[in-house]
């Protein structure tokens, strides 16, 4: 009864491990491809307006660090998991 009890602790503490890793490459997927889509946006503003491109390039800047750090706190919630 004992054994059984330890191998199924063992069994919940690397599905929890396998979890945090699942979750912390979704975050990291889901900031590449909301980038992407920042930086597509911001390319087709400055095609269509040449004009205002430092605007833009500003905005998208600052709109891609948001994103990304958004993905780094839910990557470090997911490790903070493990521990």
Excluded: D, H, N, Y
Excluded at 60 to 74: D, Q, R, T, W
């Amino acid at each position: 009864m004992a054994t059984l009890l330890i191998l199924l602790w063992e069994a919940a503490k690397a599905m929890g491990v396998m979890g945090a890793g699942i979750g912390a490459g979704c975050a990291t997927i889901g900031a590449g491809i909301g980038i992407g889509q920042i930086g597509k946006g911001a390319m087709e503003g400055i095609a269509r307006q040449p004009e205002s491109a430092g605007t833009i390039r500003s905005s998208m800047i600052i709109a891609a660090a948001l994103v990304e750090g958004v993905a780094f706190f839910a990557v470090v919630i997911c490790l903070l998991v493990v521990l």
